[in-house]
């Protein structure tokens, strides 16, 4: 590093030039431009929508739970009474309507901008060596972009309709259909759930468009392609599943748009007759009709199966950035993880209708897309494989960080294996809608993805605040919620091969014949442990995870906690480099100025140089030139040094 | 790009020339369609001319490889969107329209 | 901080960022409108499975199509024009030539307004047994009589029907509890329900607070508990008048309002159906009756309502002085002497007879083999119970004009947008051209990229919107 000091100190007079000058609070801090703050206002905003999200579910899981049980005082403190059953209890509206808005938050509110938005955008610029994103200002548009969507959806729930009710996916008819009881379709959840989706998307595309450009062409010098981070990476190609597979969406979304508002039927078909149930009057709707549900159903698995990897994929980088460090080696097939991740970037694309094997697709097609969808979880092994073989023989810390990055690799691949068998045809016609989907994609989502999420929060907690997060209060964070995640999830593939459907609001108990079966006979030891002897059904179960997520609520105050004292009470990091890293982020000052760096940041090797024979430290940051280090890519390297570099 | 004011000159008329091509091509569409209302025929002049546009206009003929990377990508999954959802409505097992 | 790559290109990459970035941009709006498209080739030949439903060709004016489609080449030609001036450093001439784009832009739009507008005001009308006809000057007031009794919806309630009662003087309300009249008369308003709703509520609310003391319960009052309908009765029977379109739901004995407000009452003789003043087209491919001869459309082509007359008379094509029966007969002569024409030329080459060009034509005007041109624009009168469905040529008639409206929306969208980035440049921009042209004609050379690509998408447009 220090060799490059007269260079950089050139360039440093340059970069404070428009410095001197103190921006107002309003530019800094809320309207910035600069791609740290804007990470930080997408963190903020997303975890606040998770924690929405998780007690919109929370609400949920009562009603399964207790379906004859008022609802608790501390959950109906939030909620409008009118929702409630003159019982006080949860009505099936209210799920519905929970159950729509806990899945569309927690995946286009909370997870995509936290792990895209914020990660993506701290991390990013930082690790390819940029002093900011290629378009700083589309950068501040995407987030409050994003910012209105949300506003959006929330702002449903004041609505005298309530929010959206017809599911995360929101197909047509039902969505086109619900809600029509109200005076105003345009003031409806519904409504505004699709102009709510619309501001996201628009975000999701900006956002797209400014990190593929940044990635592509801001890395500094001697960031070449194969010496990116993992992370990176993974940020190029979710970049790419946004900017290609979001548009569909855009387009369903006006479409359904259109059928609400303008009575068209794209969604609808001929002689759609219905029998008053619900919000629609009875008899056949005042509707050209000859439209199509399916067409619907495409546009949007179109975007959401390369959406489910946008969830799943910022997960995996920053494990993959935490486990190299926290072993103290090189990760193991740098390589293959980035074909890996190229390919499953060009499959994501083409496994969408794996979600529409009910629909009756003619069989050619099903069989189409159960082989793409069989051949997709390779790349998926191979990510996981790496991972994990990386950890043989290394010397493992067992950081707060490396906890959740661990959690994450047998929790992954749980919901990625689970994944194959709904990937048959044959296998899926019997777990379709039962809540071994459910647990198959939380599993993947929740502690996978959330875990990694956690992960990345503690690692990179240092670098943009300068100060660590609190150990012990790390470790009571990660162990409740690791069992408690297990303790929801688990039970449910046992209910969903009985199957159990994912949308009963009341946990099934009028469906005896599938929930009254016997998990542990009269007079076991779990019998006598729990319910004095008698038979456990299939239906206790709901008791028994409904607790867990009381335990994972309550493991999530000490993160809380920590968060925020840390940022002001933490200890202060040791020096710019506390985890010993070798990416570029780590060369940066702690809470890292406007312009990132303080000398030209260059990388003179590949990301991830642990242990490298010949140097005193067990880590050789890309930054330092040592006595092997080359820059790639500005004229051709020597033959040995390009051999050295990887 | 071309940055001399001879090149640039060239062009220009370049420019001129495909723009005309481009009119005559809008009124044979209409002409054909007059003629044979055929779908085949007016798609083949459509992307003739989106070619002509694409390829000069938008400069495609002479483009740096990332963004041919990118824009054959793109083309790809756009054709994959314009015919799968066209494919589902078929089985070709049995060759027959399942509506 | 300087970002890199802003003005010149990187050198591995070749690119700058923001021809980068609008190539990604780009990217998205293809798959944007692959999407647009992948609907209507997915309805359109969804719409050929279905039996009744005959995919619309020929329905736009190709002249207009045609006139934009040029107007939009020429722009794009203007446009790197435009650009190259600017390379050339005449700002003048670039700014002329700009000049020129966003006029082309804005005729562009005027033409389309042009368009919609006529669609607008242009009706389908599709019977019971699924004939329809097409035309002019639409009337769909109904008219219910005999109304005495209301039932509202507590929650909803916003007094809408109170604007369609025919008479001056507002009717008086009784509330109905148990079955029976009760209380004084009283001037329905959505404060008088308020009122109403709070004293029910205030009664439910202390019953509730009895039982809680009495330990019955422990719930806290909650507002599902409260009344949710309110049954009156009219003092006197009344009458309301509307356009149906505003109903929510109507029924032989009723009308249902869009606040759920449903009122009981008998469909007045002054308006058995729905009237379109001047029908231009009718077409019964998709008629269930056996011959073309038993459509009901002929049992009520040439009908007129009772109180017809005076306010229909806009019409500028409105038929002379003949009458609306005289008119009926001369469609279905047209209609009747094409469908023989086209038969007859289908049995000397001794092919099955192609309709679909007949049902496309129109009844308006037609010249018979012998030379003669009969013309005809008669009214029609479908009675309640025998239409299916109407609607101007928006996106509500079919999922033709659905498709069509939004894709031409958008691309109408782009189009404004673009020509507005395109105005800033010509006309807002001259600080920073001088400043930096050369990073003001990378901007230039990304808002023509833009504009190149909206063309684009008109070029197909044209044809398969138009043409095909
Ligand atoms: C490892 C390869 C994977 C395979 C073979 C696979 C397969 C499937 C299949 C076939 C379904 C449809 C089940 C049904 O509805 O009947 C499904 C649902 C789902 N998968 Fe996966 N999956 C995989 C990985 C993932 C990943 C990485 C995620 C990331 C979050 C994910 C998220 C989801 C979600 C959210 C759903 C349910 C959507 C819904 O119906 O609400 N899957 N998966
Ligand atoms: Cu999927």
Known sequence: MGAEVSTAEAEEAHVHDDHHHELPFWKKYIFSTDHKIIGYQYGITALIFLFIGFYLMMVMRWSIA??????????????????????????????????????????????????????????????????????????????????????????????????????????????????????????????????????????SLLG???????????????????????????????????????????????????????????????????????????????????????????????????????LILPAIAIVGEIIPNNIRRPVWGYKSMVYAVMVLGFLAFIVWAHHMYLTGMGNVVSTFFQATTVIISIPSVILLTCLFISLWGGSIRFTVPMLWALAFLPMFGFGGLTGLPLAFNLIDLHLHDTYYVIAHFHYIVAPGTIFGLFAGIYYWFPKATGRMMNNKLGHLHFWPSLIAMNG???????????????????????????????LFEEGSFFANLFKDGRAIEMIDLNVFMTFFVWVLCIAQFPFIFNFFHSIFRGRKADGDNPWRATTLEWSAPNCPPHGNFVNEPIAYRGPYEYSVPGYKDDYTPQFERGNDGVILGEEDPPADAAKNAH | MADTPEEIQKHLKLYWKVGIILLACTVLTVVVAKVT???????????????????????????????????????????????LTLLTMYDPAVSRVVN | MQIPFEVKPRPDTGLWNAKLGIWLFLASEVMLFGGLFSGYVFL?????????????????????????????????????????????????????????????????????????????????????????????????????????????????????????????????????????PSGEPFELSVAAVGRIESRINDVARAAHLKSVQAGKTDLDWLPAMGVKQLILVAGEPFSISLSKGSLRKSFPDGAKFRDQSLLKGSISDKTPGLFLHAVDRIDLRACDADTPEESLVWKYLGDEPPHSGADHGHDKHSAPQISGEQQARQAEKIFFDALKEVQEKAEQKGQEPDFSELFNHSVKEWENPEGEVLSSEPPILVPWKDVRLYSNFTPKWNTYYAIYFTLTGLHGLHVFIGAAVLFYFGFCSRKFYEKNPEHFANRVEVGGLFWHFVDLVWIFLFPILYLM
């Open chain 1, 66 to 203: 207790h379906p004859d049980k008022e609802l608790p005082a501390v959950l109906a403190f939030f909620l409008n009474k009118s929702w409630l059953s003159d019982q006080g209890l949860v009505t099936g509206d209210l799920y519905n309507m929970f159950g729509a808005m806990h899945g569309t938050i927690m995946v286009f509110l909370g997870i995509v901008p936290l792990a895209f938005g914020a990660f993506g955008n701290f991390v990013t610029p930082l690790q390819i060596g940029a002093p900011d994103m290629a378009f700083p200002r589309l950068n501040m548009a995407s987030y409050w972009a994003y910012y209105l969507g949300g506003i959006l959806m929330l702002a449903s729930f004041l609505l005298p309709s309530g929010a959206a009710e017809a599911g995360w996916t929101m197909y047509s008819p039902l969505a086109t259909t619900a809600q029509l009881d109200e005076v105003n379709l345009w003031f409806t959840g519904q409504t505004f759930w699709l102009f709510g989706m619309v501001c996201l998307i628009s975000s």
């Open chain 1, 488 to 518: 929801i999830f688990l039970p449910m593939f046992v209910q969903g091969m009985s199957g159990f459907h994912r949308r009963w609001y009341d946990g099934g108990v009028n469906y005896d014949e599938i929930t009254s079966r016997i």
């Open chain 3, 44 to 180: 359109r030949l969804g719409s050929s499975a279905e039996p009744d439903y005959f995919w619309p060709q020929g329905t736009l004016s190709v002249p207009f199509g045609f006139v934009n489609t040029i107007i939009l080449i020429l722009s794009s030609v203007f446009v790197v024009v435009a650009w190259l001036q600017v390379k050339l450093g005449d700002f003048r001439k670039f700014q002329i030539w700009m000049g020129l784009v966003v006029l082309c832009a804005v005729v562009f739009l005027i033409n389309k307004g042009f368009e919609y507008n006529a669609k607008f005001h242009h009706y389908g009308i599709k019977l019971s047994d699924n004939s329809i006809v097409e035309g002019h000057g639409i009337d769909d007031t109904i008219r219910y009589e005999g109304i005495s009794e209301v039932t509202i919806d507590v929650a909803r309630f916003n007094g809408e029907f109170l604007n369609a009662v025919a008479g001056d003087s507002p009717p008086q309300f009784r509330e109905v509890v148990d079955g029976k």
């Open chain 2, 37 to 83: 209302p055929s779908i085949t025929v007016g798609l083949l002049i459509a992307t003739f001319k989106a070619g002509l546009v694409a390829a000069i206009f938008m400069h495609l003929s002479a483009e740096k490889p990332m963004i041919y990377k990118i824009m054959v990508y793109t083309v790809f999954f756009f054709i994959g969107l314009m015919f």
């Open chain 1, 208 to 310: 797209a468009v400014n990190f593929i450009s940044t990635i592509i062409n801001l890395r500094c010098r001697g960031m070449t392609w194969m010496r990116m981070p993992f992370f990176v990476w993974a940020m190029l190609v979710t970049g790419f599943l946004l900017l290609l597979a979001f548009p569909p969406l855009e387009v369903a979304a006006v479409m359904q748009l259109m059928d609400r508002l303008a009575g068209a039927s794209f969604f609808i078909p001929t002689g759609l007759n219905f029998s008053g149930a619900g919000s629609v009057d009875a008899g056949l709707l005042d509707v050209a009709g000859g439209g199509s549900p399916l067409l619907f159903q495409h546009l949007f698995w179109f975007l959401a199966h390369p959406e489910v990897y946008v």
